[in-house]
Structures are given as C-alpha cells and as structure tokens.
C-alpha cells in the first residue's frame, strides 16, 4: 500500500474473513521489526503517514510458542540460490526480533519448509 485509501480498501477487503479486526502494518524495506504497527480501526489506519515509505497490510495472527514459552519464529537464510546454517528461531521482542537460537520446531517442520523454500529459490533464481 502506498496511500492511506490503499490502506483502507485492503482492510475493508480483509476485515469479512477476520475473525479479529487486528492488523498488521509491515513497512515493505523495513527490518528486524523496524516500523511494524498494530492497528485495529479504520481510524487508526486514516492516521498512518508512511514515515517509511510503502507497507504490506497483514492480518494480525497469534504466534505459536515453544514449550519455555519464547515465541517460535522461524527463519531460513540464504545467498542466492544455497542455505546459510539451519533453520533456527528468531528470539523476538515484542515485534522486533534480539537473535536466533536453535529451532525448537518439529523435525517434519524443518523438513517440509526447507523443501518448500528450495522451491522457491530455485523459481525466482536470486
């Protein structure tokens, strides 16, 4: 989204398959949670003004925790078209994310997303 209309045709598109009117404003060339806003109304959205440029609109999704409770945001990092290390999880908090840790995912997890992500790679050819 580029202008505050394009914020508010998204979440009015969105907001009939929502069980929640959370969203999430997501700057497109942001990073490490930098920029990121909860929002929850029309008016909150007509107020935003961009300090960052474009933005992705999300719908707001409660994240799964490991069993000692940190949230389980996992990542996978790659140069052009090769895995760097593992998979692991993003230590977050609140949006912004302090480091990574071993992956406390399934196996079957690990599995099916490095499959997924190889995919991908090789179809958009970094």
Request: hydrophobic residues 40%; charged residues 20%.
């Amino acid at each position: 989204c580029s202008t505050v209309a394009h914020l508010l045709d998204a979440y009015r598109l969105m907001l009939p398959k929502m069980d929640s009117k959370k969203v999430v404003i997501k700057p497109v060339f942001g990073a490490a949670g930098e920029g990121i806003l909860f929002v929850s109304s029309e008016e909150e959205l007509a107020l935003y003004d961009f300090p960052l440029g474009d933005v992705c609109l999300e719908q707001h999704l409660n994240l799964d925790h490991a069993p000692d409770g940190m949230i389980v945001s996992p990542a996978i990092h790659y140069m052009e078209s090769s895995f760097i290390g593992e998979l692991v999880d993003q230590i977050m908090v609140g949006q912004s994310y302090a480091g990574w840790r071993v992956t406390q995912v399934p196996k079957t997890f690990v599995t099916h997303s490095l499959t997924t992500c190889k995919k991908i790679i090789q179809h958009i050819k970094p």
